[in-house]
């Protein structure tokens, strides 16, 4: 039952990576990679920001060490998540599902599973995780194979989806807590300074999503520190 | 270079950063800082992720940045994450038409 539920949660994102991953297939295709190699890639990662730099290096011919580096920096803030999701899955998860729900606690499934009400149960996050990995995974292979069929107006419009999936995740958290909105105004504040200040700008992408989220996660925790009616039910439970 | 030795160093970085904080820390952290700041990861960083970089995500700023109001306006109507996002990329084909016409 609680793995019908992760499965029917995980669509949407099962979906939205099927458009995004398409366009991930069809660059691997115009950097000369095989179809299949692209999807192995994509079910092996099963990271979007880290492919497309890992794409890039590996085309460019960088050593092991500048992939390994470049996955380092762009993807560490998985372990802020993964820390953070630790903590919603309590006492009550062991170290063996933990290890196989590592493998595709991205971005969305992150949020999602951060976003339910009820306690997290094993079944419900392999169920969350089913959809996704076949949608990116399969658009990558049909984005491989059939990119030169679609118009590259309409491979523009399907870039921004995962986009808009984020956007969707942010919002009704905002309205609902004022905290929340607090937060993330001032991420959104922090990430645009880093955009478009002359001296800001040479940080590279990926840094500057971690340090924005680490200034305005610690300015939040500063200002509206969570209060510990959980921890005291625990507690006496 | 073996393009499978590459894909398996990518992967094995990628699941040890998401596997190490998951398994090592599985006690409830006790200081309220750190549980607060924990909270706020998910927004915080997904926000970071989305703003400014939709608006360089397409063909023009414009369709960009509609695209992203389009989305800003359908999420608060509460509709689902696939209903937000197909409406942002219908947003970003139909002004992207529009503006070749311009």
Known sequence: MEYKIGVWDGM????GYFSVSFGFGALAASHGIS???AAVISFSNLTSAGQFA????ITAGA???ELILTQLVINSRYALMS???GQKMGSRIGTLPRLIIAFFNTDEIFALAMARQKPLTVPYLLGLGLTPMIGWTGGTLTGALASSALPLMIRTALGVALYGMFIAIVIPQARAQKSILAITLISLVLSCL?????ALNGISSSLSVI???VISAAIGALLFPIDDEENAQEALA | MNIYI???AMALTTYLIRMLPLTLFQKKIKNRFLRSFLTYVPCACLTAMTFPSILYSTNSLISGLIGFLVAIVVSLWGKSLVMVAACSCAAVFLTEQILCFL
Request: charged fraction near 5%; charge should be negative.
């Open chain 1, 12 to 15: 949407p994102v099962g979906i």
């Open chain 1, 35 to 37: 179809a299949w190699d």
């Open chain 1, 54 to 57: 890992g794409l890039t290096a």
């Open chain 1, 63 to 65: 050593s092991l060490w």
């Open chain 1, 83 to 85: 820390l953070s999701l």
């Open chain 1, 194 to 198: 880093f955009y478009w200040i002359p």
């Open chain 1, 211 to 213: 340090l924005c989220t």
């Open chain 2, 6 to 8: 590459s894909i398996f």
